[in-house]
């Protein structure tokens, strides 16, 4: 285990708050939304709020998992809010985003796993901010093939599913994941053409660089176009240590692993998280 409570310098992040993250926070709260960048206390919350990028967390702020490495609660979720999509698309216009996130809690407890809502909140988006391209980061859907049909035919530009680590560390990390299962959802994503597939896994969590290299070939296999690789910081207590603080010259070595393996846009660095910079890097793989 990595010494607890003293970060690298190269994760260190002091930024201060500007007008723009302050317009970004009051949109986000005036439409009763969630973000991931405050429930999952993303270190680029200043970053990215104040160039007016934000992840929507939609389908409530409990989820009927709970991962080791996540700060989201788990237990009974709310009730799915029928106005979230519209008032979702709002906030996006109102925000001028030219890329927007948008992810949720899973939900096992609804028979679609919520589909029919990612579903209606990217055409929300779209009917809000036509210009505004739309990237979802989909729970797994227990591996329901109509699920992922009823998101992919509302054409998302960007379908976003994380692995998030290595299929050993599954049982430890994310018990009620399955690393085939998610890897096939990606495979059906890409099959059906149309959006970038996109996937992405933290590292500090005790994987090795094999493993690492096994995953990203798998995911190339799968179809992925876009592959992020950030550190792994533990939210709080209750999550799991960190097993290693990875310095970013090994990042730059796991981007060209991942390239070499056939990932054709690899966005690796400390504070990488799966939505940082998404949007130009969802502009990059779509031209590649
Ligand atoms: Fe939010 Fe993603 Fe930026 Fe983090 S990287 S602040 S989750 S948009
Ligand atoms: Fe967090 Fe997603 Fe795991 Fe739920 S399924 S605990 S939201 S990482």
Not at 57 to 75: K, P
Not at 123 to 132: L, N
Not at 242 to 266: K, N, Q, S, T
Request: aromatic residues 6%; proline residues 7%.
């Amino acid at each position: 285990e990595a010494a607890p409570g003293r970060l690298p310098p190269w994760l260190r992040v002091r930024l201060p708050a500007d007008a723009g993250f302050a317009a970004t926070a009051h949109t986000v709260a005036a439409g009763s939304l969630r973000t991931v960048c405050r429930g999952a206390r993303c270190p680029n919350i200043f970053e990215c709020f104040s160039r007016g990028t934000a992840t929507f967390l939609i389908l409530g702020g409990v989820c009927t998992r709970g991962c080791a490495f996540c700060n989201i609660a788990a237990g009974t979720p709310d009730p799915v809010d029928a106005g979230e999509p519209e008032r979702l698309g709002a906030a996006v216009a109102e925000l001028q985003l030219t890329h927007a996130v948008v992810t949720s809690v899973t939900r096992d407890d609804l028979p679609d796993g919520g589909a029919a809502h990612f579903a209606a909140t990217i055409q929300a988006v779209r009917a809000a901010a036509p210009g505004t391209t739309i990237e979802v980061l989909i729970p797994d859907f227990r591996g329901y093939p109509d699920a992922l049909a009823l998101v992919l035919d509302a054409r998302p530009d960007v379908l976003n599913h994380n692995v998030e680590t290595v299929p050993r560390l599954y049982a430890t990390a994310r018990a009620g994941a399955d690393y085939g299962r998610s890897l096939e959802l990606l495979a059906r994503a890409a099959g059906r053409g149309g959006p970038v597939v996109k996937s992405g896994l933290m590292v500090g969590l005790g994987e090795t660089e094999g493993e690492l290299a096994e995953v990203f070939g798998d995911l190339a296999r799968a179809g992925c176009r876009v592959v992020t690789v950030g550190q792994y910081l533990r939210p709080s207590r209750r999550n799991l240590p960190v097993v290693r603080y990875v310095p970013p010259g090994e990042f730059e070595a796991l981007a060209a692993l991942g390239r070499e393996r056939g990932i054709a846009e690899m966005v690796a660095a400390p504070l990488v998280r799966s939505s940082y910079r998404a949007g130009e890097t969802a502009a990059l793989a779509a031209r590649a």
